[in-house]
């Protein structure tokens, strides 16, 4: 199917097949009587030549021979002609149903409503259609385009069900990773908030740290001063004692 054909069919409605397909069958009518019209001559032709070869070439009738043998001559070369136009629309027949099938299959593939549109119509039409009508080859002809179209629908049916479970599964996973995304999120807040526990814990930590050392140190000052302090004590009392027995003796 070339693309001007192809656009076509795009535009084509449900409403437009009965018209489009009525249109192919009067083509097909047309071609068929035009197909039985050779057909007819060549028969008559055909006839003339055997009539021709049958009368006898006798003493008495010569001359009656003799326009026969012309008329033999003269009546095959016309079967001949007639012969050949027969086959010519013979394959000009064959040839327009070739086309008309492709041109109804193309139309069925085109989506699923035409496909069941145009089944329904042939169906239709080969039920109610007269051998007259419609010969032996064209009906196997547009029987297989219905197989054909059925065939067709259902493999479309089969891929817009798994377009529509595909989609489905996508749909699942978009709200998983959106889940993810919001669990994501909720461990990076989570993550971020023990950090700054842990940061404030360190650094409260090292203050009392930092206090507990310069408590122990203090602690530490407080015994050496009494220490000191407590030895200053003595040693000013060992010297005032001394000093006192001095000034006794």
Known sequence: MNDDVKE???NISVADVPKLIEDQFELMTSLKENLNLAKSHAKDADLKVREAKEKRIGLFNKKDAMEAMQNSQMSLSEATLKNTEALEKTFEYQQALTNITKFLFGLGVSNIAVNRTIVRELELRLEHASEEEIDDMARQELLNVVHDLKA?????KKQTDFSLRLKNVNDELDGIDSDLQGLKQ???????ALNNKITELEHKTKVLQIILILTFLCAIAGIVLAILLKYFSRASFLRESKTSKILCN
């Open 8 to 10: 076509n069919v795009d």
């Open 186 to 192: 909720h461990y990076n807040k989570t993550i971020k």
């Open 152 to 156: 067709q629908e259902d493999i479309t």
